[in-house]
């Protein structure tokens, strides 16, 4: 177990970091420190060359290629469960968080067949960015420890700072488009599958003024389509899955 100590030289580390070989060191000496085995840094999006993301891992290679190939990261029921709180939580509780289908249910006995036992995730929500998190997993069997669970906490979000630093994934305000709140609101019920009219509905405005939030919407990403407006503005932060979803 570590103390606060630990914690503290942890992050002051972090913090003078400027790549990411040095960062993957250090965590590798934090998580072990912890009694983990395996870390995640990720944003939870699917990786492609255009997307500059936080992506450093240190699950079993398995998992990581079948994750990958399978485009579990915007899916992945412990990803998911993570835009439902600001807090850290541990995998065990996930169900407590999120309802899960029998597919989230096969997600997770797949992982732990891979390697990965219970473990604990720390969100990251910054607005205009795309969510994402840190997760420390013990090896399947193992047991976790709840008593340092708030130090974890503490070093989760300070390493994904430290991550996102390094990627540089936060642009200009100028280079990352914004929503307004009205139209943010249209595109969440767009995603929804809601039609216009049904928009106006909910929101009482006039079907005409939605059609234009939803075309200047689109104009702002520059896409044509409902459903890429739709996926554009999760990823970019400007909705969130409990948006769609609903709370």
């Not at 169900?95 to 992982?111: F, G, N, V, W």
């Not at 720390?122 to 047991?143: K, Q, R, T």
């Not at 700072?161 to 200009?172: F, N, Q, W």
């Not at 996926?231 to 969130?240: D, H, N, P, T, V």
Request: net charge neutral; proline share 3%; aromatic share 8%.
């Amino acid at each position: 177990m570590i103390g606060l100590g630990q914690v503290q030289d942890f992050c002051a580390v972090a913090g003078a970091i400027k790549d990411a070989t040095a960062l993957s060191d250090l965590m590798a000496e934090i998580t072990k420190a912890m009694g983990f085995r395996h870390y995640a840094l990720v944003h939870h999006v699917d990786l492609k060359p255009a997307v500059r993301s936080v992506h450093i891992v240190d699950y079993p290679q398995d998992w990581v290629e079948r994750f990958q190939a399978r485009r579990l990261y915007a899916s992945d029921p412990i990803h998911r469960a993570s835009h439902r709180t600001n807090v850290g939580f541990a995998w065990s509780a996930v169900q407590s968080i999120i309802s899960l289908t029998a597919a989230d249910r096969s997600i997770l006995a797949e992982a732990y067949e891979a390697g990965l036992g219970d473990g604990f995730t720390v969100p990251a929500h910054i607005p205009g960015e795309l969510n994402g998190s840190c997760s420390f997993a013990m090896a399947a069997g193992e047991m976790l420890d709840h008593r340092q669970l708030p130090f974890v906490q503490l070093v989760g979000s300070f390493a994904f700072e430290a991550a996102r630093k390094i990627s540089r994934i936060h642009a200009p305000q100028s280079e990352c488009p914004s929503l307004t709140e009205r139209q943010a609101e249209c595109v969440a019920l767009v995603a929804r599958g809601k039609t216009d009219w049904e928009i106006s509905q909910i929101l009482g405005i006039g079907q005409e003024t939605v059609i234009q939030h939803v075309k200047d919407a689109r104009d702002r990403y520059g896409v044509t389509k409902r459903t890429l407006l739709a996926i554009r503005a999760l990823f970019e932060g400007q909705i969130s899955f409990a948006d769609v979803f609903g709370r």
